[in-house]
């Protein structure tokens, strides 16, 4: 079993806060981390069981009188009305770690979380592994910086050849793919995933008549992963309306399919592309709906460059949210094709992050850094994400960095 590295972040919320609420999509891991994390005296209890959560919804009270705190409640989202009994028992009894939730679609936790615990829940966000996580890696793994610092601390965990990262990519993070590792039963465990995620997450939260247009939404998302967003292309491709191509699109982001990475602008500046980038959240399921029956195949294919730079990107928000922070990470691209593929901001600072499929980066991938410096903001120590054998310096004020580090 691997360990994660949100389970120290677990610990710490639950000596500071009554409630825990960790989200992200079915099947990677959050009850399980949940089961790593608890004490001895620590009830559970899930609402996939339907008698269970027949009673959390017609009869809040006596849901909280039967199953008594310290205690996990899975799939929370199923029961909105236990809520505001938590926020009484919490504001009764003034007792920090009281409730561990879980929920796998956001579009249902958020306003009630925000309505009825305001100031007593944290909450935070778990993907599939990392690859620090399955490379042993979980306690040691930092919020990625392109800074010297960070590389330094980081030089430990070497570089990836390049068929091993397309191997991860194509097997992707969520913890039963991993566990089946073979082709056969990986593309098994991903086509059942995505019909359990339409029959029961889609139909809980949109009237989808047509199973076969929101899978053929799916795909034409997952084949413009790392591209930016276009309503009317997907829309079209798939044979919908623009208000419906939106529609969809806001449920995969909400129930954790999809990121949509927001450009980074000023009013200093008038003239930046302000439509989002769209990044699968997890690579294997972006391969298996893009037909890819291999690594070896993706590597050489089409979408070989936007899949490895999702990777790379969905690697870095892990860094962050798998400790518990919020990541304030964009990308920049202005009206005259200048483009920053991540732009992190911290500190009052702006960070610029390249990624490329070479193992030779030259100065020429940082070409578009100093665009920055319009923004009115500090502009930090810039890299290059890449397949090199090990960091090097590009410049004074870049690094090139293996994609094995982070």
Known sequence: MYKRTLEKTVEEISKAFPVLLITGPRQVGKTTLLEMCKENHRGYVTLDDLDVRQMAQNDPGLFIQTYKAPLIIDEVQYAPNLFSYIKMAVDKHKKEGMYWLTGSQKFHLMKGITESLAGR??????????????????????????TKEWIEKNRFKGSKPVMDVYNQIWRGSYPKA??????????????????????????????????????????????????????????????????T???????LETSGLVYLLRPYYSNVTKRLVKAPKVYFLDTGLCAYL????????????????????????????????????????????????????????TGGALYPVEFKKTATPSMSAAKHFSVLERLGKPVGHGAVICLREDAIPLSRDVDAIPVGYI
């Open 178 to 243: 991993i566990q089946y590792a073979d082709k056969k039963t990986s593309g098994r465990f991903y086509s059942s995933y995505i019909q359990t995620y339409i029959n029961r997450d889609v139909k809980d939260s949109l009237n989808v008549s047509d199973n076969t247009a929101f899978y053929n939404f799916i795909s034409a998302v997952a084949a413009r992963t790392g591209q930016l967003l276009n309503y009317s292309d997907i829309a079209r491709d798939v044979g919908i309306d623009v208000k």
């Open 290 to 345: 893009t037909r890819w029956v291999d690594p070896e195949s993706l590597e050489k294919g089409a979408m070989s460059g936007a899949i490895l730079e999702t990777y790379m990107f969905i690697e870095i928000l892990k860094s962050y949210w798998h400790n518990g922070l919020d990541a304030h990470v964009y990308y920049y691209r202005d009206a005259d094709q200048k483009e920053i593929d991540l732009v992190i901001e």
């Open 121 to 146: 829940v944290a909450i935070v966000d778990l993907l599939g592994f990392s690859q620090s996580e399955i490379n042993g890696n979980a306690q040691k793994q930092m919020p990625f910086m392109p």
């Open 245 to 251: 191509s939106k529609s969809w699109l806001s449920v």
